[in-house]
C-alpha cells in the first residue's frame, strides 16, 4: 500500500456568505489536484463577491495556471479562474468567460449565491463537523 490512499481525496469546505448565511461544497482532488492542494493549504479564504452572468466569483492572491481546465461547466460547480486569480461558483446555467480549473461542487444551499450582490464578503473555510 502506497501513501496515496491516506490523502483526501475530499475535502468538505463551508462557504460564509456576509448577512446572506452558509453553504456547503466539496472539493475534489482528482479533478485538479495542483489547484485544490493550493487552495486547501491557504483555507480560510476570503474576498469580495463579483458577479458573471449566473456565476459568483471573487478573488485570491492564488496563483495558479490552467490544470485540466474546461470551457463549460454543470450548475453548481466550484471552479479556480486562472486568468483572475480567482475563486468561482456557478449557480445557474451561465458558462465561463474563459477556461477554468473545476474544483468541485457546491452540495447544499447553492440557491444562496443567487442573493449575493457586488462587494458581499465571502469566506470559504474548512467544514468541521
Given at each position: 500500500?502506497?501513501?496515496?490512499?491516506?490523502?483526501?481525496?475530499?475535502?468538505?469546505?463551508?462557504?460564509?456568505?456576509?448577512?446572506?448565511?452558509?453553504?456547503?461544497?466539496?472539493?475534489?482532488?482528482?479533478?485538479?489536484?495542483?489547484?485544490?492542494?493550493?487552495?486547501?493549504?491557504?483555507?480560510?479564504?476570503e474576498g469580495r463577491a463579483a458577479l458573471w452572468k449566473?456565476?459568483?466569483?471573487?478573488?485570491?492572491?492564488?496563483?495558479?495556471?490552467?490544470?485540466?481546465?474546461?470551457?463549460?461547466?454543470?450548475?453548481?460547480?466550484?471552479?479556480?479562474?486562472?486568468?483572475?486569480?480567482?475563486?468561482?461558483?456557478?449557480?445557474?446555467?451561465?458558462?465561463?468567460?474563459?477556461?477554468?480549473?473545476?474544483?468541485?461542487?457546491?452540495?447544499?444551499?447553492?440557491?444562496?449565491?443567487?442573493?449575493?450582490?457586488?462587494?458581499?464578503?465571502i469566506r470559504i473555510q474548512?467544514?468541521?463537523?
Open positions: 500500500m502506497s501513501g496515496e490512499t491516506t490523502e483526501i481525496s475530499r475535502v468538505k469546505i463551508k462557504f460564509v456568505i456576509e448577512e446572506l448565511g452558509e453553504a456547503e461544497g466539496e472539493l475534489v482532488r482528482f479533478l485538479a489536484p495542483r489547484t485544490v492542494d493550493m487552495i486547501v493549504r491557504k483555507l480560510p479564504i449566473e456565476e459568483v466569483y471573487f478573488e485570491t492572491p492564488i496563483k495558479m495556471g490552467e490544470e485540466k481546465a474546461k470551457g463549460t461547466v454543470e450548475k453548481g460547480t466550484i471552479a479556480f479562474w486562472p486568468m483572475g486569480s480567482a475563486i468561482c461558483i456557478f449557480f445557474g446555467n451561465s458558462q465561463p468567460y474563459s477556461p477554468v480549473n473545476v474544483l468541485g461542487k457546491v452540495t447544499k444551499n447553492l440557491e444562496i449565491f443567487e442573493q449575493v450582490k457586488s462587494g458581499t464578503k474548512l467544514l468541521v463537523n
